[in-house]
Structure formats: C-alpha cells, structure tokens
C-alpha cells in the first residue's frame, strides 16, 4: 500500500512581484507524494514549478493550505530545519556547493549535515576511501580531484558533486530543479543515468523538474503536470508507461 511521505492540501502562495502587485501562483494545489514515488514535473515556463519546490523546501511559505510531512504539520517550519530532511538540487551548478573548499570538504559538510560538524583533516582522512569511492562512480574524474577547490571545477563534475552531496546521506525527499538542464548533452545524459540508478536502487523519493519530455517519460514511476499553479496531470504506473511523447505534445497543445 502506498504511504504518503508529504502532503500538501489546498496550498496557495500569493507574492508581491516588482510593482508591488499581489500574484498567485500556486492555487489551491493538492499533492501527495507517497514514499518511494520518483516524480516527474512537467510544466510551461511560469507555471509554479520552482515555487511548488520552494514551498515544499520551505523558501516560500503557503500562503494558505497545509503541507504535512509524515503527518506532521511542516507548513510553519523553517527553511533551515527543513534541510536537515529535504535536498535539493539546482539548475545551476554553482548552487549548492562551497567554491572555495575543496571537494572533499564539500562532501564532508554534507555528510554531516545533520550533526555539528568539524573539518579537522584528519576526519577528512577517515573518510577519504569512501569520497574516492562515491565519486569514481560519477564516472567523471571527480575522484582525481577530491583535494582541488569546488571553483576550479568543470560544470559537470560540479553538479555531479551538487548531487551526490544532495544524497550522501538519503534525504527523505529529493527535489531536482532542472538539475541536468544546464548541462552539454553527454553530461546531462550521464547525470541522469547515474541519478535514475541512484534513485531506484535506494527507493529514494523524488521529484524531478524537467522540459525533457523523454526524460519525463523514461525516469520515475509518476509524471505530473503543473499549468497556471495546479496539477492539471497526475499519471501512474501503468497509466505513465503508455503515455507518449505525442500525447505530452497534444495535451500541452491544448492549454
Ligand atoms: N518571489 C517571487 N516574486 C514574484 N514573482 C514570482 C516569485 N517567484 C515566482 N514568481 C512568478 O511566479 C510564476 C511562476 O514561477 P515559477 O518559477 O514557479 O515557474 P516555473 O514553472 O518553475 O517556470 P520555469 O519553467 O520558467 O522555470 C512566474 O510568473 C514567476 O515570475
């Protein structure tokens, strides 16, 4: 049976835009994500995808509804404290990662994000063979480089890293905004590749925003559609693996 990880009831945000104007944009949006769902959010430029994430993570507070996670009520809940269950990661692989620290200092913040944490070398040494080891898998060359500064890194291995500092300890949600988008196409193909396996082999629960239909079609076990701040499209299993490209391509036609 499925059991619902996050709920979010009839959540609306209204923001101030640059005029000083009220807009809404999510509109009374429900959504549950069951544990172990690998969501996958299709959606037109302004639709609410990135705000649906930012309420979720805690950035922009629900202007109304409820968000329970686990059935306890997050919807106050502090960016911060939400970290310490939720990751997430960006487009932007500069986001997420600390340029001036060395690629091995990044993972160990990461590892211990839940705890007070030091950098003392030697318990960077303590975990040197496991970062060698996480890393080699990103089949990049990012294990050749654990003691080199985050900044000097390409924009693949510094989104690669982004990612595996995002699950080096399994959150209990995973959000990726368009985490492949920024990205040349070998890389991205390989980030996604190694993020499916990722997310499959550890039941990870994750949404996934995305303007790659295949991808949409190919990854995750849902696909959801967002159009003008609610989910005009929510499929499943079965339901999800018929769904073609030209059936993506017709029902957006038809906004
Ligand atoms: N903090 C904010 N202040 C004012 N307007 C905002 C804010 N955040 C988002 N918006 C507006 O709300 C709408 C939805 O934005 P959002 O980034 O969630 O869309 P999206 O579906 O992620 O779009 P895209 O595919 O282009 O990334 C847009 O019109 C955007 O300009």
Redesign the pocket.
């Known amino acids: 049976m499925n059991k619902p990880l996050i709920t979010l009831t009839d959540v609306s945000t209204t923001?101030?835009?640059?005029t000083g104007t009220s807009?809404n944009?999510l509109k009374k949006l429900n959504l549950t994500i069951n544990e172990g769902d690998f969501i996958t959010v299709l959606?037109?430029?302004?639709?609410?995808?990135?705000?649906?994430f930012?309420v979720i993570a805690g950035g922009?507070k629900a202007t109304t509804g409820t968000i329970k996670l686990n059935n306890r009520d997050i919807t106050h809940e502090s960016e911060l404290k939400r970290t310490k269950y939720i990751s997430r990661v960006f487009q932007d692989p500069k986001l997420g990662t600390a340029p001036r620290m060395t690629v091995a200092e990044n993972l160990l913040l990461a590892l211990n994000r839940r705890h007070s944490f030091s950098l003392m070398p030697r318990h960077l040494n303590k975990h040197l063979a496991e970062f060698t080891q996480i890393t080699k898998q990103m089949g990049n060359g990012l294990d050749q480089r654990l003691q080199t500064s985050v900044g000097s890194l390409s924009g693949g291995q510094r989104q690669a890293l982004s990612f595996l500092m995002a699950t080096i300890q399994k959150p209990e949600l995973l959000l990726l905004d368009?985490h492949t988008a920024a990205l040349d196409p070998k890389t991205s193909a390989q980030l996604m590749h190694l993020t499916n396996e990722k997310v499959t082999s550890n039941a990870q629960t994750a949404l996934m925003?995305t303007?790659n239909l295949e991808d949409a079609l190919t990854y995750g076990n849902r696909l959801i559609v967002?159009h003008d701040g609610q989910i005009t499209l929510d499929v499943t299993g079965t339901a999800k693996e018929q769904l073609t490209k030209d059936d993506l391509l017709n029902y957006f036609a038809s906004y």
């Not at 923001?15 to 640059?18: E, K, L, M």
């Not at 037109?44 to 649906?52: D, E, I, M, V």
């Open positions: 923001v101030q835009n640059s807009i944009i959606g037109s430029n302004g639709a609410g995808k990135s705000t649906l930012n922009i368009e925003i303007h967002l």
